[in-house]
């Protein structure tokens, strides 16, 4: 469809508060820029639309949104500005947090379902195992969103603990200490900042496997883990890429040349350009969310979901980032010389789709580990 835009579900539109949010993100974005964060008066509104919540269980308050849903969701987020729907997308952290014990889960969501966790897993940091629990000291980068956060988890290992999925400890935001280290020229709002933390003690029951078995039988947390966690990054590029060609559009309609020639939607070069870029982003959003569709299909039909299906969301998901990417790298080719300035929509666009196309979940060479999982060829640790 061309032109096509998220379609929120009606679950996060109540009371206006997520078109009001959106309009204060687009007139604010430059600011948050500058900030390197995205600010807190943000975060709430997040919590009252139901970012938070949208994938805890309904046990807890939250409103077991679909994957489509919350994707769609954090996608339209990402039109407004590209950073602050990164910060959205962590909402995704509620089916990590289902590998908690039920009685922390309890003890979690006990005020409210809207918890802002933030994490930062790479590189687990060794733990001193204490008697109920782990002292844990360390750094950790490209802990996103965490200057927003009530609770920040970190990875540690564990001597003896073996299976190649690393161990998160959560602890209060309050324990944690935050090295702004974060200075990009894309997705600059996110702050992904250094979290340093330094003796702090965590109870056993506040540690869970990252990507490990789910104390929920809920479909939403037997889903595709690092597929989900690459998807809700993803749609961050393609509501991005979406804001660029609207960009565009608004452009060409009214910009004349000095010298007479042609508006620029009369230019051939420009038709031609726009017209593939349009084709290439549909095309990709298409394969995204027909196979979010079909996966969550057959989970919501009992089955249990194969290799070859997690591969073609990962596969789905590095596609979708890629070519987000080349699409705003398009529009940002049509901007001409006004494009190169530091602040212009164009060029925000096009560097904010080039740091998500960089992620490691999402970058090219995620298609080589998809073609070898096709083949028979085996996967990679961590994939898919």
């Avoid at 949010?21 to 900030?35: G, N, S, V």
């Avoid at 506040?206 to 479909?219: Q, S």
């Avoid at 070069?269 to 196979?291: D, I, M, N, P, W």
Wanted: hydrophobic fraction near 45%; proline fraction near 5%; charge should be negative.
């Amino acid at each position: 469809m061309l032109n096509d835009t998220p379609r929120v579900a009606e679950a996060f539109l109540a009371g206006g508060v997520l078109e009001e949010t959106l309009a204060t993100i687009r007139k604010d974005a430059l600011e948050y820029r500058a900030l390197r964060r995205v600010p807190q008066t943000i975060i709430e509104k997040f919590q009252k639309i139901g970012v938070y919540r949208a994938l805890v269980a309904q046990r807890f308050g939250g409103l077991e949104a679909t994957p489509m849903e919350f994707l769609e969701l954090v996608e339209a987020i990402a039109q407004a500005d590209a950073s602050a729907g990164w910060v959205a997308s962590f909402g995704v952290s509620a089916t990590y947090l289902a590998a908690l014990p039920i009685s922390t889960l309890e003890t979690l969501y006990a005020k409210d379902p809207d918890v802002v966790f933030a994490g930062a897993i790479f590189p687990p940091q060794k733990a001193k195992v204490v008697d109920g629990g782990f002292i844990v000291n360390g750094r950790w980068p490209y802990a996103s969103g965490c200057p927003g956060a009530s609770l920040i988890g970190v990875g540690i290992a564990v001597e003896g603990e073996e299976g190649g999925l690393p161990r998160t400890a959560v602890m209060p935001a309050s324990a944690v200490r935050i090295d702004e280290t974060w200075n990009t020229i894309g997705l600059a709002a996110t702050g992904s900042h250094d979290v340093v933390v330094e003796d702090v003690f965590v109870p056993a029951e506040w540690t869970f496997i990252r990507g490990g078995t789910p104390n929920l039988d809920m479909p939403i947390y037997s889903y595709p883990s690092l597929g989900l966690a690459a998807q809700v990054l993803t749609v961050v590029g393609l509501g991005c890429a979406r804001r660029a060609l609207e960009e565009v559009k608004q452009m060409a309609a009214g910009r004349r040349s000095i010298t007479g020639a042609p508006t620029m939607a009369d230019r051939a070069h420009v038709q031609q350009v726009a017209g593939e870029a349009e084709a290439q982003l549909s095309a990709a959003r298409s394969f995204f969310y027909e196979t979010t569709r079909d996966v969550w299909g057959n989970l919501c039909a009992g089955q249990v979901i194969s290799e070859a299906e997690a591969n073609r969301v990962r596969l789905a998901a590095t596609n979708g980032a890629q070519t987000a990417f080349d699409v705003a790298r398009m529009c940002f080719t049509l901007g001409g010389i006004a494009a190169v300035q530091t602040d212009h929509i164009l060029g925000r666009c096009f560097q904010d789709c080039a740091v998500v196309a960089q992620h490691a979940f999402m970058a090219r060479g995620n298609y080589e580990a998809a073609g070898k999982v096709m083949f028979g060829r085996g996967g990679r640790p961590g994939y898919p």
